[in-house]
């Protein structure tokens, strides 16, 4: 028993140190060291496990556990980014607008199964939810133009903004004043933003954005998730997927700065919608996060992950709003139409 004792000290011990190193990178940008962003990747099991500890120690009645509460109280920032309490303080205003951040992955999951009677079905369930609640602006991510036609069907909103060729798209309510691209040298990694008029005398710039993707090996998170750790194929996967995201998280910090130059300049309040590829332990959503307000601290609950492949936990998808803006709602629509689930905010002023 003693050994065990000692073993789980020395296991705490490295874990909470494995966490604290986690809870820098929000603050240490990847171009400068780019290893500690791979901790904050790991923010959601860390936290688990010291939660975890926790009880172990508590209910063995050794004081132990306050290494354990102590690690999760100086990490409770940091949960508030990744698990919501609800609670928004906002009160119903007349003006109000809804908006539905979504990656639709081109759709892939709605139109393009084999099976013919399930693809009507799947078609059928998209339309009754994408059409159900009266979305005002919808900031979409990997759509084609011919996918947003699809998407116009169901919904029928009057304005538009998708520059030819390119795969992120704003479709509105309210008609667009100015609009314009930041490119990021992609047809799919880029930035919209639109001026919508918004009331008589009120304009929002909007905002759509895709960060880099990581493009990770599907058959090396195949291996991961499978936990097959004796296995060579494993740990090579594991090193495949540090290596890819150590190449592309450089490259989302210099876009964000980017398009954060751009915010900065807008003559009117912002919301910002998206799909960042990275966590909220990370120096891009700190970087966003110390500008705009993100939506779902302020009124989401439950686990925040928005990614529904097969890493778990992964909260990838934001809504920012700006301060002079309020948040009623804030939901992530857990639905079967793409490998990111739409995340829907009602916004008041």
């Known amino acids: 028993m003693k050994r065990i004792n000692g073993l789980s000290r020395w296991l705490n011990v490295l874990l909470i140190l494995t966490t604290f190193v986690a809870y820098l990178s929000p603050y240490i940008s990847p171009s400068t060291f780019w290893p500690i962003s791979i901790f904050g990747l790991g923010f959601p099991i860390l936290f688990i496990l010291n939660f975890l500890f926790f009880l172990y120690w508590a209910f063995r009645r050794q004081r132990y556990f306050l290494l354990s ?121 880029l930035a919209l933003w639109a001026d919508l008029k918004v009331g008589e005398k009120k304009i929002i710039r909007f905002y759509t954005l895709h960060l880099k993707s990581s493009h990770l090996d599907r058959t090396a998170i195949d291996a991961v998730a499978a936990g097959k750790v004796r296995e060579k194929e494993t740990w090579s996967g594991i090193w495949g997927l540090i290596q890819v995201y150590k190449k592309h998280a450089s490259a989302r910090v210099a876009q964000s700065e980017k398009i954060l130059e751009h915010i900065q300049k807008s003559p009117y309040p912002v919301v910002v919608g998206g799909d960042f590829n990275e966590p909220p332990t990370s120096y891009v959503y700190h970087q966003f996060n110390s500008q705009l307000k993100d939506a779902f601290r302020t009124a989401g609950r439950g686990f925040g992950s928005t990614y529904a492949g097969k890493i778990p936990l992964m909260k990838i998808d934001y809504l920012f709003y700006d301060h002079r803006l309020q948040v009623l709602e804030h939901e992530i629509d857990r639905q079967p139409f793409s490998d990111h689930y739409p995340v829907r905010t009602l916004l008041t002023w």
């Open 69 to 189: 509460l102590c690690c999760i109280l100086l990490g409770w920032g940091h949960l508030n980014s990744n698990f919501g309490f609800g609670g928004s303080d906002a009160t119903s205003e007349k003006n109000q607008i809804s908006i539905v951040n979504f990656n639709t992955r081109n759709l892939g999951h709605v139109y393009h199964h084999k099976d013919k009677k399930k693809k009507a079905q799947q078609i059928e369930e998209f339309k009754k939810w994408i059409s159900g609640d009266k979305t005002d602006v919808f900031l979409f991510q990997e759509v084609t133009s011919n996918q947003i036609k699809k998407i116009n069907k169901f919904v029928n909103l009057p304005h538009l903004y998708q520059p030819e060729s390119k795969r992120v798209a704003i479709l509105s309510r309210y008609p667009v004043v100015y609009s314009g691209i930041i490119e990021l040298n992609s047809i799919s990694h």
